[in-house]
């Protein structure tokens, strides 16, 4: 399937989870995930009218950042080791997986503007899964205040894989209640406006919990082949 047909049903599952929801599609941002396809893919992706890419490795990104030249927005949405930061620090607008307080250093250190970062959840609890506990949330990001390249853009989270759809539902809500717990703090490092929740299989039911930023590969530009 062409970038472009699987965006128009993206778009159409969009609206009809905003009509549901009561909600403005043009607060839903598409981010198409192309960690794993070629950069040719990537490109199509772009003139579909994709402004959003995102990759979770740094050989990926950068090899996709040098090729296109229309200068996406760049989003790094995977488990981010410390010694890599510097690799993709000039390159990036988003950082979706901020967990620790050494990687916020390194952030801090290394930027020379202020990075977009999401604090990634482990709302479901899952060993397998990154993230800080919902509970421990509010004292890591009033933490972060002394880190001036780094705002706190929103919250991310992975939903565990399953059909459940309350389950889905259900972790969605808790990563919501934690925005607007720090939300009320009115930090200033940390509008936490943006929720980055989502992925080919559950995004319809992210976007009806309130997911701002989506996060797609496989329905949108596909798999490895
Ligand atoms: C791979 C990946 C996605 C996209 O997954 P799909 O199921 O292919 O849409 C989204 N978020 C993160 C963090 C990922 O690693």
Redesign the pocket.
């Known amino acids: 399937m062409k970038v472009e047909e699987n965006l128009k049903l993206i778009q159409k599952n969009i609206q009809h989870a905003c009509t549901l929801s009561n909600r403005d599609p043009e607060e839903i941002t598409i981010i198409a995930?192309t960690?794993?396809v070629t950069t040719e893919r990537a490109a199509e992706a772009v003139q579909a009218g994709i402004t959003h890419l995102?990759e979770?490795r740094d050989e990926g990104l950068i090899a996709k950042w040098e090729v296109l030249t229309d200068k996406p927005n760049w989003h790094y949405?995977?488990s981010l080791q410390t010694r890599k930061v510097k690799n993709i620090i000039d390159k990036v607008d988003y950082i979706?997986s901020l967990d620790r307080l050494s990687l916020a250093k390194e952030i801090d250190k290394r930027a020379n503007k202020l990075i977009n970062c999401f604090v990634q959840v482990n709302v479901s609890g899952e060993e397998s899964k990154q993230g800080i506990s919902p509970e421990e949330v509010c004292d890591f990001i009033v933490n972060l205040s002394e880190y001036r390249n780094i705002r706190v853009c929103g919250l991310m989270t992975?939903a565990p894989y399953t059909e459940d759809e309350q389950m889905l539902r259900t972790c969605f809500q808790s990563l919501k209640k934690g925005q607007k717990k720090i939300q009320e703090l009115e930090l200033n490092h940390a509008p936490c406006t943006e929720l980055s929740m989502g992925?080919?299989?559950d995004y319809v039911i992210a976007i009806e919990e309130g997911a701002t930023m989506i996060?797609?590969?496989?329905?949108l530009v596909g798999?490895e082949e």
């Open positions: 995930v960690k794993y995102g979770n949405i995977g979706h992975m992925m080919s299989n996060r797609i590969g496989t329905a798999e």
